[in-house]
Every structure is written in structure tokens, then in C-alpha cells.
């Protein structure tokens, strides 16, 4: 059994279901994630988890004990707040007291543990600062170690990184994962960044409409994702939709309005003419002047539009029918060799590999 | 005309008008009062005359040492300290509850929880304290139900009316909105995030209300009790009204000498004391509260 179980959890405000029966099973030591937009109940999970709400149906236990009768002080999970949720009116050291007070730690082994949680979040000499004299990434991190000090069984994180500018959010990233590591404490974390969920998690629950899509891996979800939701919230995708004209020898061929037919490895027994999608990451396209020759998919199209990123560039290709695909061009080699510009003709390529197949 | 100087036009035009009603209305009266209190008290009231027929200027201090060496004056003065001091307490204890329930009610029904709270301001003071002659009076039903009760313990019974209990009840009741105005104010404000976290923390009710939301009201706390002690600490109508002998207050003790003894000088003596007893408590209060806002506590009241 998981250290934390939540089973066919469901929450209702009205005639709306914020969370709909959703099972869970986060394991110790985990840095787990739950991944959605906004409105999906991922938010209304952790609530629930911390004990600030309750379930309609469903049961979720910690350490096999149900925890539906332990108001939000009596359960061993700290959560960190999206505000952060400082005490205004005392220092950094008292905020990381309260809980030990509240624990009736006794008070001589006090000013180590806070020494030891300030040093845990790289805050020494921080101790008499009172909230409003530290910037966000430090309220952050006084945050994580007000909560971590009591030692949680659990810590829920609620987009805690969502205030923050794009660097320090990087940076803070790298502590989290070196956090998470060194207490070994099961994080519980939740937001609506899908490059952050990637790039911390040990496992990924996307979440879409109060229903878990999808639980895995960040590379499986990347890379295969289950259902469209997941595949086009992931990251960016062309889903490539129609009915299936032909399904032999482990490739299954598309007819995709717009585009045309669309050979796509899949091991499925899929019959011709039901609806199906091949998602097809931007990065997988090849784009050249000419497509190479004896490629498994390839299609002509112009540049309709194009994003420099830097790294990258984004090109939208409209095909000679009407459709756009988005394909990716790494900025890489030196020059401009492969540089087109608005209006250039192209050729689209990918392997049979590149997509991944979707039963819907 | 430049900006420069219509802006500055602009300013005494709206600032002039309030300045000069201050000067007039209040810094000179008070200057007045000042020197009043070393001045001797005319023969029919009023002040004896500035330079007297032997051609001497009226200033002494007789007045001054008459309320520092006559202790019945400091008793009287301290008393009026008790009394406001019970009354700012028992507001205190009662306009809490009722202004944080006020600031976590519904927000559709909060203005409407104000009005009644301000909803007695609409009717007379003074036939407000008269109606507590009639609810503390002998013949009214909470005597006849006290003294029913202590006849049963084979006690004597009591008068409420002309007593400390009146007036102190008289007082609360007339000074309750100025503490749950500004409690409400500072308590509608609180972030239920610092709550959340608390409880998540591990504080039970008591614990959150103790550790958060009460030292985190306190600059509320603080402006309220400023504004039901200073004029509870001068008022007079009440002991006048509903109070005995026994409960004059220093506001009596003023109006006294004012109207009825015309001792003009004396009279200011004991005003002046009140004055600056409310200035530097004032002062306290706000020395105390700017101390809540540089430890971060939210410093509106």
C-alpha cells in the first residue's frame, strides 16, 4: 500500500464536481505532481489532503489510517501556500517556531531545530528579519522551512513557485529537487506549469475537468501521452485527426483532412474508418528546402508565420489544403543555412516513430 | 500666475479655512483656559479682575496647589481613571466577538450589521441614558427579577438606578459602537491564508485566535480603546443622570465648577489635568501601535 491513498475521491460545490472520482497512490520518498489548467481539482485535491475539505465519497488514508475524521492541526501534513502565508507580526524565527510551539517541542531543543531548518533552505542569518524585509524567493523558502521543520510525513506544495520571475523560478526548481532529495520527505506538488511538473516530478497526475488523465513518468507523459488532453496540454503537439484508412504490419495510415494520409507506428487492432489521432511533437518534424528522399511522411506546405525563441524556431507551415502544423527548427548550426522566411515553400518530414498513436 | 504658485494658492485655499476654525475654535480657547487656571475666581463668577485696585496683576497658583494638596480631587480624578478603564475593558470583551463575527459574516450582509450597530447614534444621547432610568428603575422588570432572586437568598434588595453598576452599564452600552467600529475595520482585513496556515501548522482555535488574529488586531485594538476611554474619562451626563453621590466623576467635578460653585480658574485646573491626562494616554496608544506596525503587523485600525 502507498504511503498516502486516495480512493475514488469525489468533491461537489453545487451541481459542479471539483474532483471526480479520482484515485491515487503517492508512494514515500515521492515528488509527485498534480498537473492541470485552472478549475481542473487539483487544488480541491490538496485541500482535501491537507484537511481544509472534506470528500463527498471516497476515502483518502495516510499510512493506511483514514484521515477523515483529523481536522487540518492534527494531520502530519504541512502545506506551503501559494502566498506563502508568512505571520506579518513575527520574525522569520518565529514563524519557524510556531510549529514546534504548536508540537510543544521542548524549548531548549528549540533554536537547533530552527538553525537546522534555516540552513535546509539556505536562509542563515536571516533569523531576526521580519517577512516584510525579505523578497519573494526568500518568503518562499522561509515558507518550505516553517513547513518542514516539524518533520511532515507529507508536503503539499501549492503552486509555491507561481509568484516568482522566470530565473528565480529556475533556480528554486533546482533547490526543490535537491530539497526533496536531502529530507526525503514525499512532496505533493501542485500547478498548472507543465515545464515545471516535468522538470521536478518523479511521477506526473494530469488532471483535466475534476478527472486524473493520466499518471506517469514526466518522459512517458511527454512522450506518450494517453489521451489528447494530455498530449496537447503537454508541452506543445499537432494533433493529427481523422479515420483510419488502412492498419497492417504495426502501421496504422490516417486520412487527415488537410494534410493527407499519415503513416504512424502503432500496435493496435484498430478497425479502417474509426476516428483516430497521431500526436506529433513540433520538434519530431523535419524541415528542409526539399524533403529526403524515401521518408515516411512527408508533406509540402509554406511558412505562414515563424516565432525566433532564441534556441528555437517555432515555424506554423500551412499545407497546400488549408491545415497548419507547427514545426520546430533548432537554431543550433552556425548561419542561417536553414532559416526560412514568411511565405518560403518547405518540405514537412517525419519518421513512422515520430508520432504517437491515439485510439480517439 | 505660475503653476507653481496657483498649486500653492490652491493649498492654503483648501487647507486655510479648517486652520483658522482650529486656531479660533480650539488652540485659542485652550490658551485661555491655561491662563484662566492662575487667575483668582471673580466675585459672582468669572475671573477677578486682571490688575486689581492696589494695581497688581491676578496670577497665582493657588488652584494648582488646591487640586495637588486637597486629595478628595486625585481620589475623584483616579476614580474617573477606574471607571473608564472598566468600561473600555468590558467593551473591549464585548465588541470583539461581535466585530469579528461582523467581518467573517456574508459580505451581502455586512453593511446592514454596521447600520445596527451605529443604529442607536440616530436617537438622542441624553433620552438614551434617560431610557436606562426606566430600565434599571424599581418598578422595571430586571429589578423585580434581581431583587426576586436575592429576597430568595434572603437578602435585602438592591436599587440598580443612582449606582456605579448604572453608570458603568450606561457607559459600555454608550461607547460599545466606537470599540466595534474600529475592531471591525482592522478584523475585515485579515487574511483567512495566515489562518490556514496556522491551523495547518498545528494551532487549534484557541491557539489561531491567541497567536494570529489577536496580536495581529491589536492596532484596532488600540484605536478603540482610545476612542471609549478619552471621552468616557470626561464625560458627566451619565453619573449625572444615573449615578450617586458616590460616582462623581472628574467630568462632574468640571461641570460643577463651571456652573454651580463658579470657580472659573479651579474649574480649568481640572480640565487641564483631563486634557493632558487623554493627550499623553493618546499618545501611548499611538507610540504602542506605531510599534505593531514596524514589527509588521498591519498598522490600519
Partial sequence: ?360 | MGRRRAERLGKWLVSGPPLLYLLVFFAAPTLIMVLASFRTPGEFGGLAPFIDEAGKADLNLESWTRFFTESIYLAIFLKSVVYATITTLACLLLAYPLAALIARSDRRYRDLLLLLVILPFWSNFLIRVYAWMIILGPNAALARVVNGALAMFGHEPVPLLFSSFAVLVCLVYVHLPFMVLPLYANLEKHDQALLDAAQDLGADAWQRFWRVTFPLSLPGVYAGAALVFIPALGIFAIPDILGGPEDTMIGNLIKQQFLETRDWPFGSVLSIVLTVAALGLAGVAALVGRGGARSGAPARA
Fill in chain 1, 1 to 360: 500500500m502507498a504511503l498516502l491513498e486516495i480512493q475514488g475521491v469525489t468533491r461537489r460545490f453545487g451541481t459542479f464536481t471539483a474532483v471526480d472520482n479520482v484515485t491515487l497512490g503517492i508512494e514515500a520518498g515521492e515528488f509527485f505532481t498534480l498537473l492541470g489548467p485552472s478549475g481542473c481539482g487539483k487544488t480541491t485535491l490538496l485541500r482535501m489532503i491537507a484537511g481544509f475539505d472534506l470528500p463527498d465519497e471516497g476515502r483518502i488514508l495516510l499510512e493506511g489510517r483514514d484521515l477523515a475524521d483529523r481536522p487540518p492541526e492534527a494531520r502530519p501534513v504541512r502545506t506551503v501556500f501559494q502566498s506563502y502565508a508568512l505571520f506579518p507580526h513575527m520574525t522569520v524565527e518565529g514563524n519557524i517556531a510556531f510549529p514546534l510551539k504548536m508540537a510543544r517541542v521542548a524549548p531548549r531543543e528549540v533554536p537547533a531545530r530552527i538553525a537546522a531548518a534555516l540552513e535546509d533552505v539556505r536562509l542563515q542569518g536571516f533569523a531576526t528579519r521580519y517577512p516584510h524585509e525579505l523578497s519573494g524567493g526568500q518568503k518562499q523558502r522561509v515558507a518550505i522551512a516553517r513547513a518542514l521543520v516539524t518533520h511532515p510525513t507529507v508536503l503539499l506544495l501549492d503552486e509555491p513557485l507561481a509568484a516568482l520571475d522566470a530565473k528565480l523560478r529556475e533556480e528554486m526548481q533546482i533547490e526543490l529537487i535537491g530539497l526533496q532529495k536531502e529530507v526525503g520527505i514525499t512532496f505533493v506538488y501542485v500547478t498548472h506549469d507543465q515545464t515545471e511538473a516535468l522538470a521536478l516530478s518523479h511521477r506526473i497526475a494530469v488532471m483535466n475537468q475534476g478527472r486524473v488523465e493520466q499518471v506517469d513518468e514526466p518522459s512517458r507523459i511527454y512522450g506518450f501521452p494517453r489521451t489528447r488532453f494530455v498530449a496537447d496540454f503537454i508541452g506543445q503537439c499537432n494533433l493529427l485527426h481523422g479515420p483510419v484508412i488502412a492498419n497492417r504490419a504495426g502501421v496504422v495510415t490516417l486520412d487527415v483532412p488537410g494534410v493527407g494520409a499519415v503513416r504512424c507506428a502503432a500496435d493496435s487492432a484498430i478497425a479502417q474508418g474509426v476516428e483516430a489521432t497521431v500526436a506529433l511533437r513540433p520538434e519530431k518534424i523535419r524541415l528542409a528546402a526539399e524533403a529526403p528522399a524515401g521518408a515516411d511522411n512527408q508533406f509540402r506546405g509554406t511558412v505562414h508565420d515563424f516565432l525566433y525563441m532564441g534556441d528555437v524556431t517555432v515555424y506554423r507551415v500551412t499545407t497546400p489544403d488549408g491545415a497548419r502544423l507547427e514545426a520546430l527548427l533548432a537554431n543550433s548550426q552556425s548561419g542561417r543555412a536553414q532559416f526560412f522566411e514568411v511565405g518560403d515553400p518547405v518540405a514537412m518530414s517525419w519518421p513512422l516513430d515520430a508520432g504517437h498513436f491515439l485510439e480517439a
